[in-house]
């Protein structure tokens, strides 16, 4: 049967059955009858076709009727004219050329194109293979982020209202588990997800002291990004730190910042420091570490308690002036303290025009008058040390404290617990899968 006769114009033409039909009686391999001289004179010899020319090739086939040799994927899927239309019978130079055409792009294309000839489409099963792995990966993601989203609010309702993390014995028969535990357990009885979560997960159950940790530093890392947006937009920044002892006898300096937000003077709680000692110089140098980093692109910010405002004036007599203007307007004389005022300057547009009152009205604002928010800090720290116990590291006393001091910013950051998770996924492998993966 001379197949290639019929395939002359490829195999687009051909139903599906009919080109599996014609890959399945294979390449035509029929004895041709090519006799070529070569050379000239004495020298010249006499090549004939030999069949075994079909073993040195794979896609090498033969057509009777036209007594010449083909490349046979090339004949059904079209490419190089010589090799697939013309054919040919350069018995001399018909390894070099084939050589040369096995190395040409349509050619490999070809071969992989008559591979997968009814196959399943390998593209097709790649992807549909590969899309509902995905769509099973992210499947699981929403599901594990959502029961620990349920566990950061687990763990934020602990920390708002101080109450002890840690059971006596969490094992499943005892008796008190801790609050922590319990809460959890009570959750998962209103949610079913989070209930059969807790009852089959093996690998995560998400409520070790090691993830309780590791939730609570990304808490605080994820609140101190929110609190360095804010001293970021503030003109000034003024540092409070103290120091205390807890009931473990244990020296514990607190770190609270005190800026502008919006025109109001906030005060922020940072976290609690051990220093390496009670001297000035220690303290100082721990102080130094913390606000160092947070104001090197502005460090003028920085304001101290003795700060008297002269040294950012850059211009004392048009100061004078506004101060003159303003002392003179009757519709300032109702205005009572440096909030109001500044906050006004600001509402009318005349934030320009009174710019070196507002700088110093900013100073003012910003000098912390009292050192009680930096008290309430110490009332809370020894709350927070009494509940809990008194070995815990700075990194959850912080954490723990900030969650309390600070309920009502935290819960006002916007995915407050999308960015804790963001946070706990990334900063290092998880066995639980958290990560989307995209198409
Ligand atoms: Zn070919």
């Known amino acids: 049967m001379d197949k290639i006769g019929i395939l002359k114009n490829s195999l687009s033409g051909f139903s599906l059955d009919q080109k599996l039909q014609i890959k399945e009686l294979g390449r035509p391999i029929p004895d041709l009858k ?201 003109p000034f920044v003024a540092v409070i730190a103290d120091e205390t002892t807890d009931v473990a006898c244990e020296f514990q300096l607190v770190i609270i910042f005190r800026y502008l937000c919006k025109g109001q003077p906030v005060e922020r709680f940072w976290r609690f420091y051990v220093p390496d000692g009670h001297d000035a110089k220690s303290i100082a140098a721990c102080v130094l570490n913390v606000v160092n980093p947070l104001l090197d692109q502005n460090p003028n910010k920085l304001i101290a308690q003795s700060h008297d405002g002269a040294s950012v004036m850059s211009d004392k007599n048009r100061l004078k002036t506004e101060l003159q203007v303003l002392y003179q307007r009757e519709e300032l004389s109702t205005t009572s303290g440096a909030v109001p005022l500044s906050i006004l300057l600001n509402e009318e547009g005349l934030n320009c025009t009174f710019q070196e009152t507002l700088k110093l009205l900013s100073i003012l604002i910003t000098i912390p008058m009292s050192t009680s928010e930096a008290e309430r800090s110490f009332s809370m720290l020894k709350r927070i040390k009494t509940f809990l116990r008194n070995t815990m590291k700075e990194e959850r006393l912080s954490a723990l404290g900030m969650l309390s001091a600070e309920k009502h910013f935290v819960s006002g950051i916007e995915y407050f617990n999308n960015k804790v998770i963001e946070n706990f996924a990334t900063k290092k492998e998880r066995r639980m899968d958290l990560i989307y993966r995209k198409l």
């Open 34 to 234: 090519i006799e070529k001289q070569s050379g000239s004179g004495q020298k010249s010899r006499c090549r004939k076709f030999n069949k075994n020319v079909y073993d040195k090739n794979s896609c090498i086939c033969g057509c009777e009727e036209t007594n010449k040799l083909f490349c046979f994927v090339c004949v059904l899927f079209g490419g190089d004219e010589t090799w697939s239309k013309k054919g040919t019978d350069d018995l001399i130079h018909i390894w070099d050329k084939m050589k040369t055409h096995e190395k040409s792009k349509v050619h490999m294309n070809n071969v992989f194109s008559f591979s997968i000839l009814g196959k399943l489409n390998i593209r097709t099963q790649l992807n549909s293979a590969y899309r509902n792995d995905l769509i099973k990966h992210n499947n699981q993601v929403d599901k594990n982020r959502y029961v620990l989203n349920k566990i950061i609010n687990c763990i934020r309702f602990c920390g708002a209202f101080e109450l002890a993390l840690r059971g006596h014995d969490e094992k499943e028969n005892s008796e008190n588990r801790g609050i922590f535990k319990e809460l959890v357990n009570f959750s998962a009885e209103l949610d079913n997800e989070l209930k059969v979560h807790i009852q089959s997960a093996k690998l995560f159950e998400g409520t070790s002291k090691t993830t309780q940790n590791e939730l609570l530093e990304c808490m605080l890392d994820v609140y101190h990004e929110e609190v360095k947006k804010e001293i970021a937009n503030s």
